[in-house]
């Protein structure tokens, strides 16, 4: 019998819900009380780290709690050559005044600026070509543009932004003022808002995420757990899960040459994508030993309704370890692909002397979901629909952009030493059958010193 | 069974709908009706279904408008009857069309005599493997007498279907109704409510 596929007919199941706009106005309402965080005070050189995150215990597995709210302003840069040095410095004047209101954690507001390479071809290419950082694994510039996956569908649309903004804050009145100060400079045209919200379950109630996919009537919703930090059902931040410390940072694990300039030193790589999830599939065709199989690994028994599974180095599967279950179950499972080239194979020490053992998370991940269709706002007419639809919008910060790709291939089977063939989005692929990826760009994050339009004033 | 399920669906579709698409849609949106007495449609067909596999079978009292749940009448695409004398009655209205024009009810009734464990499933293509038919156990359901467990993923005939379970002097039954629009989850628990609540047992002749 031909089914209905769920993206066909929302109308009736829309109906009566909120739509995405409308959602987004009661996340203040439904969020409870902002969690206790630790006290913070000093910002890091980093502008990726958030200091001040709390860490809970989940099925006695360290959690960081993630903030509650986040949102990502993309823009064009509407000054020219020109006028650069101006502009940067107005928003060097900006983005301290924002730091004189909010301490840099989930409990006042973390602010990164991220630069795309459109902005470092069009208004700093010579400085470009001399201060890029550039991958020695990869002998190629840290930052590249973007590129489809093997299973990211033919229409995934490679971005070209010159600048993505993302704020993360436990108070969505932090985010909301800090995105109108900036957007009030005329320093940005802006080209999309990326809105969305994670956790808020771990203290026992119900988590945004499944609060808001039920009001806005996203088919699946019902079965989401109650607590769940994201809509799949799984926690996704486990300390042990996290790139720890400075690990990201371009300079930490000796893959960048810096060229003889410290300009981009403490800064790291960032790619931004929006994927949609099939909530209704996930819930309804996979049960729960094939949802933790799928999003783990398969063989690994856990209790029935486990949210937190533990990710720590023991835990960790090798590509010996992914190509033995392949054989015995025909299938991979996301986190198992990933961690044979997301964690140190190695221990390393940093020249900070810093010891990163072996088997430690280098990506620390930034991700979190969406009720966005794709997107709240896009200057594109067919990037905003008034229907919601549950997706993530994806941000992670790897060392280079080649670490990431390595990542990300390993996703789809692509491994060290070999490919696990499978066909594209193949329900035994992890996470692929119900996750499609609508937009991809990569980005680079200066140093906070530098973030104000960096290489302007070189 | 997908080829006879495909078939028979297509004879389901708008342009049989002697109800019309639109008036179909209106009729399925609306609310389950009042239950008073209930009556067992074409209990002749029902009894002679018992008769056959040797046990007592469930009868719907009440399916979602334009659904009747009468073997044998233009709404029941599979009558089915396996060597192992389990059941399976569908009931099925489809409308093609994108939006609010489009939808289907599908309605599945199952009894297993003389087994009460959970049977296994293949899961098809190529790389094919044995799960249980139902699975994801959500709480329980008790309407009438019937206390049932509600399963979320469920196999073949009942893949995207919620599914009440229950047990009766050794044998299994189930009910499931499929989420699709124009229900969604939550109209589909309010009528697996109303469905479980209209079930009359019909008993084989042996028994009465």
Redesign the interface.
């Known amino acids: ?4 596929t ?1 993206k ?6 829309a109906a009566g819900a909120v739509g995405a706009a409308g959602i987004y106005e009661l996340v203040d309402r439904l969020a409870s009380s902002p969690p206790a965080r630790p006290e913070v005070t000093v910002a890091m050189p980093e502008q990726h780290l958030l200091d001040g995150v709390r860490v809970v215990t989940s099925n006695d597995v360290e959690v960081l709690v993630p903030p509650l709210h986040h949102q990502v302003i993309t823009a064009r840069v509407t000054a020219d050559r020109a006028a650069l040095a101006d502009a940067q410095q107005e928003l060097t004047n900006t983005l301290a005044a924002i730091d004189a209101d909010y301490v840099p954690s989930p409990a006042g507001l973390g602010v990164t600026v991220a630069w795309g390479l459109p902005y470092f071809r069009r208004l700093v290419p010579d400085a470009m070509r001399r201060y890029l950082p550039y991958d020695r694994r990869a002998d190629r510039p840290v930052i590249f543009d973007a590129h489809r996956f093997p299973s990211d569908p033919t229409n995934t649309r490679l971005e070209s932004n010159d600048v993505a903004i993302l704020l993360r804050s436990d108070t969505h009145a932090h985010i909301d003022d800090a995105a109108k100060r900036l957007q009030d400079t005329k320093l940005f045209e802006v080209t999309s808002i990326r809105r969305g919200f994670a956790g808020g379950g771990f203290d026992g109630g119900q988590s945004l995420p499944k609060r808001l996919a039920v009001d806005a ?1 996203v ?5 989401i757990p109650d607590t769940s930090e994201l809509f799949l059902g799984f926690t996704s931040t486990q300390r042990a899960g996290m790139g720890p410390g400075k690990i990201a940072n371009f300079e930490t694990l000796g893959y960048v040459d810096f060229r003889g300039s410290d300009y981009f030193r403490n800064g790291t790589h960032m790619h931004l994508s929006h994927i949609q999830e099939d909530l ?1 599939s996930w ?6 030993d ?1 949802r933790v199989t799928t999003a783990f690994r398969p063989n690994l028994e856990v209790p029935q309704n486990t949210q937190t599974v533990a990710q720590g180095p023991k835990d960790v599967s090798t590509v010996v370890d992914v190509r033995r279950d392949y054989r015995s179950s ?1 299938r991979i499972g996301h986190s198992a692909s990933i961690q044979t080239t997301s964690r140190l194979q190695h221990a390393v020490v940093a020249a900070d002397g810093t010891v990163y053992p072996k088997g430690a998370a280098i990506p620390v991940r930034a991700d979190f979901n969406t009720l966005d269709n794709p997107f709240s706002f896009s200057v594109i007419a067919d990037e905003t629909s008034e229907t919601p639809a549950a997706g993530v919008h994806f941000i992670v910060f790897n060392p280079t952009g080649d670490d990431f790709r390595r990542n990300r291939n390993a996703m789809d089977g692509v491994l060290p030493g070999g490919t696990i063939p499978f066909p594209p989005r193949d329900r ?1 692929q992890g996470f692929n059958s119900v996750l499609q990826t609508t937009h991809r760009q990569n980005f680079l994050v200066p140093p906070r010193r530098n973030r104000s339009f960096p290489l302007a004033n070189v | 069974m997908k080829a006879v399920l495909a078939v028979l669906a297509a004879a389901c579709s708008c342009g049989l709908v002697a109800s019309g698409c639109a008036e179909g849609a209106k009729k399925a949106e609306a609310a389950p009706a009042k239950q008073s007495n209930l009556v067992c449609s074409n209990h002749t067909a029902w009894q002679r279904l018992a008769d056959r596999i040797k046990a007592p079978v469930y009868c719907p009292g009440w399916l979602p408008d334009p659904l009747i749940g009468a073997i044998g009448n233009r709404w029941n695409n599979i009558n089915s009857v396996s060597a192992d004398r389990s059941y399976l009655e569908s009931f099925v209205w489809q409308e093609t069309g994108g939006g609010a024009a489009g939808g289907e009810l599908h309605v599945n009734l199952r009894g297993y005599p003389g087994r009460t464990k959970i049977p296994t499933c293949r899961t098809g293509g190529a790389e094919s493997i044995d799960v249980p038919c139902f699975a994801d156990p959500h709480g329980t359901v008790s309407e009438r007498g019937i206390t049932a467990t509600m399963y979320t993923v469920n196999q073949d005939a009942d893949e995207w279907h919620l599914l009440l379970l229950w047990r009766r002097n050794g044998n299994l039954y189930t009910l499931s109704e499929h989420v699709a629009p124009p229900l969604t989850y939550n109209h589909v628990v309010r009528y697996l409510h109303q469905e479980l609540r209209s079930l009359i047992l019909v008993r084989p002749t042996s028994e009465t």
């Open positions: 019998m031909q089914r209905f769920r066909q007919v929302l109308a009736g199941a009537g088919p699946g919703s019902e079965l209704e819930y309804l065709n996979f049960d729960f094939e025909q035994n």
